[in-house]
């Protein structure tokens, strides 16, 4: 995804496949060809009390997310 690989290069963040414990939607967009977009900011304590994201990471994770969508919504 053209958007995907700019926001790459603009927030400096890591793009490609991984496996990994947990689930989402993605496979019920893909049979529409939806484009969709998984993202992980660094935290730690995920689905806990305890949980935290760090501020920079956050805005980065936003900024990331909102470039996504203005492109893809073209």
């Known amino acids: 995804c053209n958007a995907l690989l700019k926001a790459k290069d603009k927030y400096n963040i890591k793009v490609g496949s991984r496996k990994s414990h947990g689930a ?3 496979r ?3 049979k529409y ?3 969709v977009i998984i993202v992980a900011p660094a935290g730690k304590g995920q689905h806990s ?3 935290w994201l760090g501020f920079n990471d956050f805005m980065r994770y936003h900024n990331t997310l ?3 969508v203005v492109e893809t919504g073209k």
Do not use: I, L
Request: glycine fraction near 0%.
């Open 24 to 26: 989402t939607d993605a």
């Open 28 to 30: 019920f967009f893909s």
């Open 33 to 35: 060809n939806t484009p």
């Open 49 to 51: 009390d305890n949980e």
């Open 66 to 68: 909102k470039a996504w």
